[in-house]
Nanobody
Framework: QVQLVESGGGLVQPGGSLTLSCAAS????????MGWYRQAPGKQRELVST???????NYADSVKGRFTISRDNAKKMVYLQMNSLNTEDTAVYYC???????????????????WGQGTQVTVSS
C-alpha cells in the first residue's frame, strides 16, 4: 500500500522559515511529478509547487522567490523550503505525487495521484 507522509509543519513567526518533508513508501515502481498543495480555512485547496522527476519546478505566484521545492529520487522524498513566511501562508500543506506501481502503469499517460494526510503550518506572532 502506498503512503505519503508529511512532516515538518508547526508554528512560526512572520518572516520565519520552515522546511516540509514528504516520504513515499510502499511497493513503488516509479514516482513522476511530486508536489505540494495547501488549504487555508474556508478556502479551496491550491497548488503551491510541483517538481518533475527530472527536476523541473513550478511555483504559484504567491510563493515564487520565497519557497523552494526539491526532491531526492533515491529516498522517494520531496521537500519544501519555505522562507519569509507570512500569515497568508497559514494552511494545511499536503504532499501529492503521481506514483506508478508497475511497469504497465508507468507506460500509461494517465496519472495515478496519491495524497498525504497533511501537515499544519501556522504563521503567527
Amino acid at each position: 500500500q502506498v503512503q505519503l507522509v508529511e512532516s515538518g509543519g508547526g508554528l512560526v513567526q512572520p518572516g520565519g522559515s520552515l522546511t516540509l518533508s514528504c516520504a513515499a513508501s510502499g511497493k513503488i515502481f516509479a514516482i513522476y511529478t511530486m508536489g505540494w498543495y495547501r488549504q487555508a480555512p474556508g478556502k479551496q485547496r491550491e497548488l503551491v509547487s510541483t517538481i518533475t522527476r527530472g527536476g523541473t519546478t513550478n511555483y504559484a505566484d504567491s510563493v515564487k522567490g520565497r519557497f523552494t521545492i526539491s526532491r531526492d529520487n533515491a529516498k522517494k522524498m520531496v521537500y519544501l523550503q519555505m522562507n519569509s513566511l507570512n500569515t497568508e501562508d497559514t494552511a494545511v500543506y499536503y504532499c501529492n505525487a503521481d506514483i506508478r506501481l508497475t511497469a504497465v502503469q508507468a507506460a500509461l499517460s494517465r496519472a495515478y495521484i496519491y495524497w498525504g494526510q497533511g501537515t499544519q503550518v501556522t504563521v503567527s506572532s
